[in-house]
């Protein structure tokens, strides 16, 4: 059970929260020129890596915003949280 | 017989003045209050309580507490029957009633036992290899395994009692309340921070309510003056809360820590009526303070499981805490020191203690030697190499060890006793902060997993963290507690150090395999699945040699004691058969719950009405009144069709149909998602959401819209109006309203946040009245008389405001049924007096109210689909055949590329249609596949299946609509829907089947 902090309401239980999925997949302009392996490549391709990784949640039973955390998916520790508009952080890749 | 036989003269802490009577396989017995139920037998000299799970060996009360394997017991009858329930940590009440479990018919005389004299033939894996094949006779052996085995039933009726969820936040939570965890609640609760410590037992106290003080002094006090004033002081404590009964079961992440607090189950249930059974915490600590003590390790040797072959120091619990004798002539077994403590203490209290065999050959420390004083025979070097006695153990022969530690030398001797009380050495219990990812270390010189670096805000204090003794168990504590209050932002000094006089304790020396000249002797390493060394020996011979797969292959450390005793023993005598460091084999993951949870507290109060929120129409009543049939959509109570004088619901559904085409019907649709879009850039961002384009639309105005996901497959569709230039209102499918308002605010807050567009949902803010047929214009002419409603004045897809029955209402010209229809949006409060309005205006009309059902048969009737049904998320608009709606010129839309995925182009996807059956009166089953060629029995190539099905009373036919591969080449086409009654022949058709010119639309 995460506690997600919220960068508007704060730290939050996780059943409050939607996640989106990894973050930052760019949705390609111009779809009409990009072909069939690229366009499949933004739709279905996601990471999966044990450790750093940059995702997307909403606050969905709260104040419904969505923002960006960074979270090591192996020890579930929230290594950074930043808004929709801003750049990722650089993190270090944390050592298991 | 003499009432509790082998109750002790004095001693222990049962309230001797308060007698209970309570009854195990329909006997009566007699305990005090303060018992156990196993103390309660015990006293009454009953050992033999169980049988196992695979042998059905005989089986006897093993330990004290949660860490018991054998003495599960089938508690209270009825509905509040509960199974699998360890006789070790259930109190004792009046007229407590308990069955033993895995046997039959009886205790005593079980047929299952037949396993025992067949276990040559029953090794590790046995069912696996034995019953996979042939796999047509595995259903007929399943029926025979699955009755053999199981443990206890459950209750058939429904759980009477009442359960609860507590949430709580708190800084410090400190887990066991022994001497560890009381000396870091009393330093954390001294700095002002919210403590809360739980600990299992009905009384706090851990190991000191066991130590009765004749060689322990703490703080120059006994263990239970010492006990008494901490547990005063921390009571008086404001931030201070103590939860005795209470297990903290799981420790999940971001110390997320779940606690069942068991508050009547101690008590008669006519005491506890009315009461919360049990509640469950949800809790989240800023610091967590494990003191969660030690589980004492079982020998491995040769006939270790006889019914009187108990833990050494359960046997000290039983005599200490308790007052019983657990056996008149006592052997104790050991490899370490804290065995001769329950010698000594049993010594004291007149038991006969026949000899203390000891597998060490050099025995140097304090309690050895006081035994030694006090005439206690021992035999140092030597081990048990058999025991003897059918339902009780009646004595063991030991033998010497030889000079190498692995064999056994010289002559046999044979002593008699009726318990035998053995010890293998402490496991610290790490289940929970293992739980909690937090990573084991192994120290080979104890023999012991101790925590390592946490990964959480978690600390370990006392036996849980290897630290045994008394003394390092109350420093650790304290110096935790101040130090977890202090992470949390509290600010205390470290109080004078408590000084403890205890015993020297030597360190205990593992000793994994006992030995013995015995060839075939079978030794229990897990006793609740009746795995041996013998299995564990086969599993390796056989290629297992990671733990994990052990443990599925042979079940050891499974069961409802998920291994407590057996885990650690298991793992070394894999490491040595594979001559392996025992890190390198790994150690099996804890898991929650450590120990086993009710469905009920799980629960909580989500049972009966509240098991799901429920939402109802403003018009809902009226429907109720009507004796209306309901379905639920999503979390909506929706009218399915309204039965009149006995009517079937084919007959009320068909007079409904009909109705709604010939004169006027009338549908609550309120429950139709609504969600108010707002702001400069609204028909821009609608035009990217939908497959169609909408900056044109006027105001005032509807259009259907279809959104794709961006993969392109069908998401929702409905009608959204134009309020004004800046104003949208969408609707949305019932069920779907709550995603497709996330959705929508997913895309403008990640996609296009330069957007400039709000979104809120309306949808229970308006009540709205679904009005259609040919008399529909007619009745709300007369409800509302300044609208102007001919047709050419208010078209289709329009909307106008103004008054009907009095109230200012929206109404949409737009139509789900092919009539001509309108929808009448009034605020929500008003829904019921206007729907009212309608039913008395309408009477002259022949007004009738239709339901779900009506509406699906409607729509279907026409060929309109329905998302979620014939849309199952592989479905794009081009297999719905709606292309007409794709606008491929106004730039991207969600969903536009992969409409021209390879995948999504082929010809051969599947694609809607009508299928009509050659008998008029046979309406295929939704969810029946499709076959262009019968066998006379499956597998049979399914090209696709029925997602709409009914009757037509306007047709006096049955339709139907599919998904079909390649569908619309397919027209006129006979294809078949085999069905278990026989096969059903059917026609491909065109997926409308009523006034495809839409004439009636604009009638
Ligand atoms: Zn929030």
């Known amino acids: 059970m995460l506690n997600i902090p919220c960068p508007w309401c704060g730290e939050r239980d996780v059943n409050e929260f939607h996640c989106g999925g990894e973050a930052h997949i760019a949705r390609p302009t111009g779809a009409d020129t990009i072909d069939d392996a690229a366009w499949a490549d933004y739709l279905f391709m996601r990471q999966n890596p044990k450790g750093r990784h940059y995702e997307r949640w909403s606050h969905a039973h709260g104040c419904r915003r969505w923002f960006h955390i960074v979270r090591n998916t192996d020890s579930d520790q929230i290594l950074a949280v930043y808004l929709m508009d801003e750049a990722p952080p650089d993190v270090p890749e944390p050592s298991s | 017989m003499k009432r509790q036989r082998y109750r002790l003269h004095s001693g222990g802490r049962i309230d001797r003045g308060d007698e209970r009577s309570f009854s195990f396989n329909g006997r009566r017995y007699f305990g005090y209050a303060g018992d156990t139920l196993a103390s309660a037998l015990l006293a009454n000299g009953v050992h033999f309580v169980g049988r196992s799970f695979k042998y059905h060996r005989p089986r006897g009360i093993f330990g004290s507490g949660a860490e018991e ?17 360890r006789a070790t940590t259930t109190a004792l009440f009046e007229g407590l009633r308990a069955k033993s479990q895995n ?26 290899k034995t019953f996979m094949r042939p796999a047509s006779l595995w259903k007929f052996y399943e029926k025979i395994i699955r009755n053999a085995a199981g443990l206890g039933r459950a209750p058939v009726d429904r759980d009477p009692d009442r359960y609860e969820h507590q949430y709580a936040h708190c800084d410090v939570l400190v887990v066991g309340a022994g001497p560890a965890g009381l000396a870091a609640a009393r330093a954390a609760g001294a700095t002002g921070a919210r403590v809360i410590i739980a600990d299992e037992q009905s009384e706090f106290g851990g190991t000191l309510l066991t130590e009765n003080g004749r060689r322990v002094r703490i703080g120059g006090e006994a263990p239970d003056e010492w006990l008494n004033s901490i547990s005063a002081e921390l009571n008086d404590m404001p931030e201070v809360n103590m939860l005795p009964r209470t297990t903290a079961y799981g420790n999940y992440a971001h110390n997320f820590v779940g606690l069942m607090e068991r508050i009547t189950d101690h008590l008669p249930t006519e005491d506890a009526e009315g009461e919360v059974r049990q509640r469950l915490w949800k809790l989240r600590a800023k610091e967590i303070v494990l003191a969660t003590g030690s589980l004492e390790r079982p020998l491995v040797f040769a006939g270790n499981d006889r019914p009187g072959v108990m833990l050494a120091g359960a046997a000290r619990d039983y005599v200490n805490r308790y007052g019983v004798s657990p056996g008149s002539r006592v052997v104790i077994f050991t490899n370490n020191d804290s065995a001769y403590a329950a010698a000594l203490d049993m010594a004291e209290a007149d038991i006969a203690v026949e000899s203390v065999i000891d597998l060490r050959s050099e025995v140097e420390g304090d309690l050895p030697r006081r035994a030694r004083e006090a005439g206690i025979p021992a035999l140092q070097g030597y081990t048990v190499v058999a025991t003897s006695g059918r339902h009780r153990v009646k004595g063991v022969s030991v033998m010497r060890m030889n000079d190498a530690g692995d064999g056994v030398t010289g002559p046999v001797r044979n002593l008699t006793c009726d318990c035998v009380a053995m010890s293998g050495g402490w496991n610290p219990a790490v289940h929970l902060f293992s739980q909690a990812r937090g990573k084991l270390v192994f120290e080979p010189d104890r023999g012991i997993f101790v925590p390592g670096e946490p990964v959480q805000a978690i600390r370990s204090a006392g036996a849980c963290n290897g630290a045994f003794s008394l003394s390092q168990c109350i420093a650790e504590g304290a110096e935790t507690g101040l130090a977890a209050a202090r992470v949390a932002g509290f600010e205390g000094e470290h109080a004078s150090p408590t000084n403890v006089s205890e015993p020297a304790d030597k360190p205990q020396t593992p000793v994994w395999r006992a030995p013995t000249d015995r060839k075939g002797a079978r030794m229990f390493v897990d006793f609740q699945n009746d795995v041996t060394t013998k299995d564990l020996d086969l599993a390796v011979r056989e290629g297992y040699h990671s733990i994990e797969h052990v443990k599925r292959y042979t079940t050891t450390g499974m069961g409802t004691d998920q291994g407590k005793t057996s885990n650690v023993n298991a793992l070394a005598i894999v490491a040595n058969a594979l001559g392996a460091e025992i890190p390198a084999v790994g150690v099996t993951t804890f898991r929650a719950p450590y120990t086993p949870i009710t469905f009920g507290a799980i629960t909580g109060r989500h049972v009966g009405a509240l098991f799901d929120p429920v939402r109802r129409t403003p018009i809902h009543e009226w429907h109720v009144e009507r004796g209306a049939k309901f379905e639920d959509v999503g979390q909506w109570k929706r009218a399915w069709y309204y039965p009149r004088n006995g009517e079937t619901m084919r007959q009320a559904v068909d007079r409904e149909v009909k109705a709604a085409r010939d004169g006027v019907g009338i549908l609550d649709y309120s429950t139709l998602g609504k969600i108010d879009i707002r702001g400069p850039d609204a028909a821009e961002f609608l035009n990217r959401i939908y497959t169609n384009a909408w900056t044109k639309l006027g105001v005032g105005r509807c259009r259907y819209g279809l959104m794709l996901r961006d993969d392109g497959m069908v998401m929702d569709d409905g009608v959204t109006l134009r309020l004004a230039v800046d104003h949208f209102l969408m609707t949305t499918t019932t069920g779907n309203a709550a995603s497709v308002l996330s959705w929508l605010e997913e895309w403008l807050q990640t996609e296009w946040p330069d957007l400039q567009v709000f979104c809120t949902s309306v949808t229970e803010q308006f009540a709205t009245i679904s009005i259609c047929g040919p008399k529909a214009r007619v009745l709300l002419t007369e409800l509302a008389p300044d609208m ?3 047709g050419d004045e208010f078209a289709h897809m329009s909307m106008q405001e103004g008054m009907v029955a009095g109230v200012a209402a929206r109404v949409l010209r737009v139509s789900f049924t092919g009539e001509v229809g309108f929808e009448i949006n009034v605020p929500a409060r008003y829904g019921r007096a206007v729907w009212d309005a309608f039913m008395e205006a309408g009477e002259a009309h022949g007004i009738t109210p239709y339901g779900t059902e009506a509406m699906h048969v409607l729509r279907a009737e026409k060929g309109f689909f329905i998302a979620g049904q014939e849309s199952d998320g592989t479905v794009t608009p081009i297999d719905l055949g709606m292309e007409w709606i794709v606008n491929w010129t106004k730039g991207d839309f969600v969903g536009r590329r992969s409409l021209n995925r390879l995948d999504t182009v082929r010809e051969d ?10 008998d008029l009166e046979t309406v295929l089953e939704e969810g029946a596949q499709i076959v262009a060629h019968v066998s006379d029995a499956p597998p049979m190539e399914m090209i696709g299946h029925v997602t709409s099905s009914y009757y037509s009373p306007n047709l006096g036919r049955s339709i139907a609509l599919a998904m079909i591969r390649s569908g619309r080449s397919r027209m006129g086409e006979t294809l078949y829907a085999p069905m278990p009654a026989g096969t059903i022949e059917v026609t491909v058709t065109k997926p409308v089947f009523f006034d495809e010119e839409g004439g009636r639309l604009n009638g």
């Open chain 2, 103 to 128: 046997c039959w018919p009886a205790l005593w005389f079980d047929i299952g036992g037949i396993n025992d004299r067949l276990s040559g033939l029953l090794p590790a894996g046995f069912y696996y």
């Open chain 2, 909 to 918: 996807r599947k694609q809607l249609v009508g299928l009509i059956t050659t």
């Open chain 2, 788 to 790: 102007t409603l001919s």
């Open chain 2, 69 to 85: 394997p054998n003495a599960l017991v089938q508690l209270g009858a009825g509905a509040r029957t509960d199974p699998n329930m």
